[in-house]
């Protein structure tokens, strides 16, 4: 079971789960009731699926029709429609805060960078984050709308950076891990994220003020703990 997120209601949860076939597809989880549900399915792979800001649409990668592609459904996952058409791998789609854009990953460019295009489709804008050549992971702040966090490689590691949409700061790696940090998310005040610190036993989960540098854990060192996903206002 990977990638959980939220429904902005905390009352469900999407993830991707192997336990049928083999393959990855997109699974929902009622809390109230525990019961799991599919929620996409398709030839090939399914994942990362993400809600909007307003629960009403579903963002994910799916690659029945070739390459995997971002694709956006309604909040039941039908009306599941192709929002890419490239040659490259996209991955890890994410809603502005008021949902009307999607930032994600794609090697277009020859590594992982950050896009941003319409949720409804259109032309893809890449990022100038002029940091690194490999940016991943993003992740849209509801807190300021101006800030996405996101996975960087520094060196032979991986550190959070976090770009300023308005211009008005660089980009700039905000982590001081001692070992990889990857996999950040934004809390709703727009300065603090939830990030995994992965070494080569152990992966925590930590919080970052992205304003000072420090991190605090947040889980029981010996536990393998990944992905967050944090609900809130």
């Known amino acids: 079971a990977l990638k959980p997120r939220w429904s902005p209601d905390g009352r469900k949860l ?3 789960s192997y336990f049928k076939n083999g393959f990855p597809d997109i699974y929902q989880i009622d809390l109230s009731s525990l ?5 996409v399915t398709f030839r090939g792979t399914n994942s990362s699926a993400r809600y909007s800001p307003n629960g009403q649409q579903v963002a994910m990668v799916l690659s029945g029709e070739g390459n995997p592609e971002i694709y956006v459904s309604n909040a039941q996952g039908r009306q599941v429609a192709r929002r890419t058409r490239t040659a490259a791998v996209e991955a890890s789609p994410c809603f502005s805060p008021d949902g009307s854009q999607l930032v994600y ?25 002029n940091i690194s050549g490999y940016c ?19 060196g032979r590691g991986y550190q959070i950076a976090v770009h300023d949409l308005s211009g008005r700061t660089p980009t700039r790696v905000v982590s001081k891990a001692p070992a990889d940090a990857i996999e950040p998310v934004w ?16 992966r925590r989960l930590f919080i970052l003020d992205t304003e000072t540098g420090r991190s605090t854990a947040i889980s029981a060192a010996g ?3 990944s992905e967050p996903s944090v609900h809130g206002p």
């Open 223 to 225: 536990v393998q703990v």
């Open 136 to 154: 991943a992971e993003p992740d849209w702040s509801r807190g300021n709308p101006n800030l996405i966090a996101f996975t960087v490689r520094v």
């Open 105 to 129: 990953t794609s090697d277009a460019a020859g590594g992982p960078q950050l896009y941003v295009m319409p949720t409804s489709g259109g032309q893809a804008r890449r990022l100038a984050t």
């Open 35 to 39: 019961q799991r549900t599919a929620f």
């Open 14 to 16: 999407l993830y991707t």
């Open 187 to 202: 809390l709703a005040d727009g300065r603090h994220l939830v990030y995994t610190q992965r070494s080569p036993n152990a």
